[in-house]
């Protein structure tokens, strides 16, 4: 059983910068690409960030320059670093990833930015 556990999120000032983690279990994730999105209120959950089992890396345009996804084999978690948030960051983060034919997410974690 694939389970993600998102953490990180919470209240923060324009400006201010969070890191948020993603606890991946039931599988062997290194060998997956994952992949962080977001949803904001009213709106269509988005592509945020892609973290591929080579290592490599891509992100939307709104969050190029601000927002960093890595990840650390050895301890498990994906990573997102998130700096100078803007209010339009606003929104529930999620961690997915895509096994075969089969999408696992998270429970999602809530950053508010605040003008």
């Known amino acids: 059983q694939v389970q993600l556990v998102e953490s990180g999120g919470g209240l923060v000032r324009a400006g201010g910068s969070l890191r948020l983690s993603c606890a991946a279990s039931?599988?062997?994730?290194?060998?997956?690409?994952m992949d962080w999105y977001r949803q904001a209120p009213g709106k269509q959950r988005e592509l945020v960030a892609t973290?591929?089992?080579?290592?490599?890396?891509n992100y939307a345009d709104s969050v190029k320059g601000r927002f960093a996804i890595s990840r650390d084999n050895a301890k498990n978690p994906l990573y997102l670093q998130i700096n100078s948030l803007k209010p339009e960051d606003t929104g529930v983060y999620y961690c997915?990833?895509?096994?075969?034919?089969?999408?696992?997410w998270g429970q999602g974690t809530q950053v508010t930015v605040s003008s």
């Open positions: 997915h990833i895509k096994v075969g034919q089969d999408n696992y």
């Open positions: 039931g599988i062997i994730f290194s060998i997956y690409a």
């Open positions: 973290f591929r089992s080579v290592g490599s890396t």
